[in-house]
């Protein structure tokens, strides 16, 4: 099927432009060329990107070391540079970070009132006793006092690490445990969906189980009276201290925050990324390819337990204001966000693709409704974006829209693939892979391909890769994440194709891909043929292995008041069989009342496949909805 152009426009004085032009002396802008050039000239590239992007810090020594060793290649070594200094970009009184709850509280926080916090916190911490490479763990909602948090964090050489307030307290012992943490944030609350729910309450497991922490700070979630535990150190009292104006830099490579693998074939792994790299990779994805500039407005729904708070906040470091949300991205209307993005004229909106599918199958239109007029760019990311969600944002949300399908993920907090402001959107299609990053396709033979389906891989060393695993000697847990595949290649374990437009079509995770008849098909191409339907709300398709078959057994999260009949079988192997193949129709079609996801909204397609193959289900902590695997079990005992 051919992907239709949805959109050519150029944005007009682009950073990309800008930069394409500084380092080409007989300048005719051609993407293919210059992705090609970053790759072969990786010190080059990496160079005049810190030197576009205006990074702050003292460079010196050597570009990149070891660059054949995908593990142990380091970028700019002997460079020094404060995260936190890279942030605080602008002194002025505009607003630096504007924040809404669904709880109806709106606040602003200027450039200097987010320096002088941040200066405070990092005196406070100092003066209890943190140090550089300590650990400070945060159970937090998304409010700015997050933000101040982590960037005084990094304002020390202390190490981050943040599970979002809605983590259970077996889910965040199996992360913090690991890193032992000296302090501890916390809120007491937070709401979602119109519901309170208490934090304060996973305290008393959490300090029985990581003994390494000596202090609690507590940040109410509404600025009251209220009379707290002494066990806790208020966050109001923080900030009457004296504090030193003054920036230290650390080593380009100096850890900055500790991400967590989503725990749910296992002990979620602890993934340690470094300053500089991470720095240098936003900035370059910020501004090279989602042309975010000083003074946009730059508003991505995320909780901080997802790598796209971290990639948020480095938007600052351009000297774009953020944009926070705590809360259901539907409460109380469909259109919450939506009516956010048109108050505040924000420039630059991110979601989960799962949100815009949302708005979809609610038919809801924002054309009639709002301008928009001062939105540049969508962003979507966490699962695939389907065509046909492709189409409904440019017919009911906006017509003249970049919109940038990104996908990467917490082991590089940053992106593989990505948008570009001046090439065309296709439906379904990521726009391009991003500049630095020697991305390919791999057919079964290893072999790259450039017309079929196969893994995602990255063939040589970039910026952001993690610096380590935690208590990983050897790097034993390391390789085995991305390198026993391939040997020196980055694996990513994602199930793709490169387009005709050298763009990429993500079909989902290569380790729950279907192999019916001997022929892989990403489960994302049945999603996007069976959530057509009106009846269907959401499914999810694994592979089941019997004694002489591969079969396919698709799970459907009907509509509400809505019954699996033979009549509404029939219609949906019909619709898999005309636009896929016969050899995709599902063996068993089950009715669900819900698909398990992780805390960040993604669907465990894996955990639902080891179920149905009578596999062991741990951790069942890192899911934001385990109940409901107890209805999986049970069909797999029925069929067996």
């Known amino acids: 099927m051919a992907n239709n152009k949805l959109w050519s426009q150029k ?31 990786k010190e080059i590239f990496w160079n005049e990107v810190w030197e576009f992007t205006k990074i702050i810090g003292i460079k010196k020594g050597k570009i990149l070391k070891k660059p054949k060793n995908f593990i142990q290649s380091t970028f700019f070594e002997d460079a020094k540079i404060n995260f936190a200094e890279n942030c605080l970009a602008k002194d002025d009184e505009s607003d630096a970070i504007i924040y809404y709850s669904e709880k109806n509280i709106i606040e602003r926080l200027s450039w200097n009132d987010l320096k002088k916090k941040i200066f405070q916190l990092s005196y406070y911490f100092k003066k209890v006793g943190i140090k550089k490479n300590d650990r400070i763990a945060a159970v937090l909602p998304n409010f700015p006092e997050t933000i101040i948090s982590f960037l005084a964090t990094s304002q020390i050489g202390a190490i981050w690490s943040s599970c979002s307030a809605d983590f259970g ?66 966050w109001k009292d923080i900030f009457k201290n004296k504090y030193n104006k003054k920036f230290i830099k650390f080593n380009f490579n100096h850890p900055l925050y500790i991400l967590y693998s989503s725990g749910t074939t296992g002990k979620p792994k602890c993934i340690v990324h470094g300053s500089g790299g991470t720095l240098i990779q936003h900035k370059k994805e910020h501004q090279l390819h989602l042309d975010i500039k000083e003074n946009d407005k730059v508003f991505f729904f995320t909780t901080c337990g997802w790598m796209m708070w971290n990639w948020l906040i480095t938007c600052l470091s351009s000297k774009a204001k ?86 990467g993920g917490t082991d590089i907090v940053s992106c593989f693939v990505l948008g ?15 500049l630095g990053m ?53 694996h990513h ?49 694994v592979e ?4 002489n078959n591969n079969e396919v057994i698709l799970f459907v999260k009907l509509k509400q008041n809505l019954i699996l009949n033979i009549k509404l079988e029939k219609t949906i192997r019909n619709m898999i069989k005309k636009n896929l193949s016969p050899k995709y129709v599902p063996a068993k079609i089950f009715s669900i009342s819900d698909i398990p996801k992780t805390k960040s909204g993604k669907i ?20 934001s909805n385990s109940d409901c695997l107890i209805e999986y079990q049970n069909i797999y005992e029925k069929l067996n």
């Open 438 to 490: 020697d991305i390919d396709v791999f057919d079964q033979n290893a072999k790259s391909t450039k017309s079929k389906t196969g893994e995602l891989v990255c063939k040589s060393t970039f910026p952001s890769k993690p610096i380590y695993f935690w208590k990983d000697p050897g790097n034993k847990k390391y390789k085995q994440a991305y390198f026993m595949k391939y040997k020196n290649i980055w």
């Open 322 to 407: 953020i944009l926070l949300y705590d809360g259901s991205p539907f409460h109380p209307k469909l259109d919450t966000l939506i009516n956010i993005v048109d108050k505040e004229k924000v420039t630059f909106f991110g979601v989960g693709a799962k949100y815009l599918d949302h708005l979809k199958q609610n038919n809801f239109n924002a054309i009639n409704k709002y301008k928009l007029k001062n939105l540049k760019t969508i962003a979507s990311t966490g699962s695939p974006l389907i065509h046909e969600t492709f189409d409904y944002v440019y017919k009911n949300l906006k017509k003249n829209i970049h919109l940038a399908s990104i996908s």
């Open 169 to 234: 307290a077996q889910a965040i012992i199996e992360r913090f445990k690991q890193i032992n943490p000296k302090l501890l944030i916390i809120t007491d609350k937070y709401y979602y969906n119109g519901k309170l729910i208490n934090t304060l309450v996973h305290v008393p497991k959490i300090l029985k189980s990581i003994p390494t922490i000596k202090k609690i700070i507590l940040i109410p979630y509404e600025k009251n009276k209220k009379k707290y535990s002494s066990k806790y150190i208020l």
């Open 11 to 41: 944005i007009p004085n682009t950073y990309l432009e800008k930069f394409s032009k500084k380092i080409s002396k007989n300048y005719i802008y051609d993407y293919k060329k210059l992705h090609k050039w970053s790759i072969d000239h």
């Open 493 to 541: 374990g994602d199930f793709c194709k490169k387009t005709k437009n050298n763009g990429f079509i993500i079909y989902g995770r290569s380790d729950a891909t279907l192999n019916a008849g001997g022929i892989r098909i990403g489960t994302a191409e049945i999603y996007r043929v069976v959530e057509r339907m009106n009846e269907i709300e959401e499914s999810v398709a």
């Open 604 to 623: 465990v397609e894996l955990t639902i496949k080891n179920i149905m193959n009578g596999k062991k289900i741990d951790n069942l902590s890192s899911l």
């Open 420 to 434: 570009n402001p001046l090439l065309p959107v296709y439906s379904g299609e990521i726009q391009c892979a991003g």
């Open 544 to 547: 089941h292995n019997t004694k």
